[in-house]
């Protein structure tokens, strides 16, 4: 089954508005990561942050981690255009170096 | 931006023939993944291997076949397609190391198979 699971699918908004996506995952972890993927692309790495980890910041990227509630957060704060893509959380599940991506949330930033 | 780099880049075959997918990366990473993507969906793991000579299935039943002869090159086969070979591929790599860290994804080679 599924490890991870982004909230909402789908998700349009007004650039320079924020944009918040939600994973939430099964199992216990040692790490969570959030990829980008620009339509037709490969993946690209965002951001990492370790199960003792709460929140971690990089550039206009803000994520927060809850294990007590298996679930984390990605901020995109003063979104701009491109910024639409589809966004995976990834996590390992101490699956001896493989990770489970989510479905994604597809964000579209409108002009 | 990462140094891997798959070919062809779009690939539209017909039925019965065989392919082969072209992975390479410049990093000197011992651990490389393909994933398969339909549209819109979710990355589902195919095949992966952590260093020369070594290749496991992935979670997804694949039809495909890898080898990892060098370091630096992943190559997956296909026999003979279909249209249900029909998705997107995709080639990561990563560091050995303990626990999970970053995979650094290639662009992808998009398959049509007619």
């Known amino acids: 089954s599924q490890q991870g699971e982004e909230d909402p699918q789908a998700l349009s908004i007004q650039e320079g508005e924020n944009a918040t996506m939600n994973c939430s995952y099964k199992?216990?972890?040692?790490?969570l990561q959030w990829y980008r993927q620009n339509s037709g692309r490969g993946l690209v790495h965002l951001i990492l942050i370790r199960s003792n980890e709460r929140e971690k910041h990089s550039g206009r990227l803000r994520v927060t981690l809850d294990t007590s509630k298996k679930s984390s957060s990605l901020l995109i704060t003063a979104s701009r255009a491109a910024d639409t893509a589809s966004y995976f959380c990834a996590t390992d599940a101490g699956r001896d170096d493989k990770i489970i991506f989510g479905k994604g949330t597809r964000l579209h930033i409108l002009p | 931006e990462a140094d891997i780099y798959q070919t062809p880049r779009y690939l539209v075959i017909g039925t019965g023939k065989k392919i082969t997918l072209e992975c390479s990366q410049t990093m000197g990473h011992d651990k490389m993944y393909w994933y398969q993507q339909d549209p819109g969906m979710e990355l589902h793991l195919i095949h992966y291997?952590?260093?020369?000579?070594?290749?496991e299935k992935g979670d997804l039943s694949s039809e495909s076949t890898v080898s990892r002869i060098r370091t630096e090159h992943f190559p997956l086969t296909l026999e003979s397609a279909r249209p249900s070979h029909t998705s997107q591929y995709l080639c990561?790599?990563?560091?050995?190391?303990?626990?999970?860290?970053?995979?650094?994804f290639g662009p992808g080679t998009r398959l049509t198979v007619l």
């Open positions: 291997s952590y260093g020369v000579n070594s290749t």
């Open positions: 199992t216990s972890i040692n790490n």
């Open positions: 990561a790599s990563g560091h050995q190391g303990i626990g999970t860290d970053t995979q650094y």
